[in-house]
Nanobody, 129 residues
Framework: QVQLVESGGGSVQAGGSLRLSCVVS????????MGWFRQAPGKAREGVVGIEPAGTTTYADSVKGRFTVSRDNAKATLYLQMNSLKPEDTAMYYCAAVWNRDNSYEPSVALTPARYRYWGQGTQVAVSS
């Protein structure tokens, strides 16, 4: 059974930091592209960052220089270090996965929700000004 379980969300003031984690099970993690997405109330889900099996990354412009994604294949865990948080970062954050057999780098779809097959339940991030 495929499971993606996010944790690490919370409430912080602007300028603060949070580290999100996504623990996965039920598939061969190292062969999957992973992504972090977020959705604020009344808005569409948007891509934050994608990371391919070998570690190639694609970041949304809005988070470049502030957020850093990493993956630990041994622990089957995806991380998102979020620094210099802004009120506009407030959202539910989701991790997602899709099989990438060839470890292909696909920046054009890395931040597209439709690319991903498996999703977690999300963790809430709230940033106050």
């Amino acid at each position: 059974q495929v499971q993606l379980v996010e944790s690490g969300g919370g409430s912080v003031q602007a300028g603060g930091s949070l580290r999100l984690s996504c623990v996965v099970s039920g598939f061969t993690y190292r062969m999957y592209s992973m992504g972090w997405f977020r959705q604020a109330p009344g808005k569409a889900r948007e891509g934050v960052v994608g990371i391919e099996p070998a570690g190639t990354t694609t970041y949304a412009d809005s988070v470049k220089g502030r957020f850093t994604v990493s993956r630990d294949n041994a622990k089957a865990t995806l991380y998102l270090q979020m620094n210099s948080l802004k009120p506009e970062d407030t959202a539910m954050y989701y991790c997602a996965a899709v099989w990438n057999r060839d470890n292909s780098y696909e920046p054009s779809v890395a931040l597209t929700p439709a690319r991903y097959r498996y999703w977690g339940q999300g963790t809430q991030v709230a940033v106050s000004s």
